[in-house]
């Protein structure tokens, strides 16, 4: 089965320090990977998404994620974490457009 | 603006009963789909439909059914509600397309079987 996996299911980081997220894919046919960010008792909200236009997608809230083909990775970085950022971030995939595939998620926490 | 809406935030059932989760898109997508969300686990397929009337089975379809007359809308069942069914149900719409493909999702409601 296609299965997407994140390392560390909890990150903590000081404001203002660098963010990454880790996220792997296990497949021979490069998917279509996304990341998604949920707030407590919320639903999930789309940060960016790959589409084989670019390796490096920007997305919302000053996110982005680099797909490295060679590597199965499509890690979320961001270069200064804010308060705000902290919730849970959840990385996917979809190999026919109607299947998504989630990885167990991992809980960002931002420290003062 | 685009909008999964999800029937209740919250719900409270007794063992034994009938529950039914309801949600609805305004975005004439294809697809829809129904997860659940647990601690550690992630998001869990439950089931998914690409089309009305049609459905196929996810990850974890014990213990659930649903139903899609209408292309907007698509019902999670539990025919017997237990309390290991006590999770986050997320429901999930998506186009067919090859562009904006992507899931769009609900506010969640949590279930609570008691």
């Known amino acids: 089965a296609q299965s997407v996996t994140q390392l560390g299911s909890h990150v903590s980081v000081s404001e203002g320090a660098l963010v990454l997220l880790r996220c792997n894919y296990s497949s021979s046919v490069p998917p279509y990977l996304f990341w998604y960010v949920q707030y407590p008792n919320q639903g999930l909200q789309l940060l960016l998404k790959?589409?084989?236009?670019?390796?490096l997608v920007k997305g919302i809230n000053g996110f982005e994620a680099e797909f490295k083909k060679s590597e199965t990775s499509f890690h979320l970085t961001k270069p200064s974490a804010h308060m705000s950022d902290a919730a849970e971030y959840f990385c996917?995939?979809?190999?026919?457009?109607?299947?998504?595939?989630f990885g167990s998620g991992t809980k960002l926490n931002v420290k003062p | 603006d685009v909008k999964v809406t999800q029937s209740s935030r919250y719900l409270v059932k007794r063992t034994g009963e009938k529950v039914f989760l309801e949600c609805v898109q305004d975005m004439d997508h294809e697809n829809m789909f129904w997860y659940r969300q647990d601690p550690g686990l992630g998001l869990r397929l439950i089931y998914f439909s690409y089309d009305v009337k049609m459905k196929e089975k996810g990850d974890i379809p014990e213990g659930y059914s649903v139903s899609r007359e209408k292309k907007e809308r698509f019902s999670l069942i539990l025919e017997s509600a237990s309390t290991n069914q006590t999770s986050m149900y997320l429901c999930?719409?998506?186009?067919?397309?090859?562009?904006?493909?992507?899931?769009?999702f609900g506010q969640g409601t949590r279930l609570t079987v008691v």
């Open positions: 999930a719409s998506s186009s067919s397309g090859q562009v904006n493909f992507e899931a769009f």
């Open positions: 996917a995939v979809t190999y026919n457009f109607n299947k998504f595939y």
């Open positions: 790959y589409t084989s236009a670019a390796t």
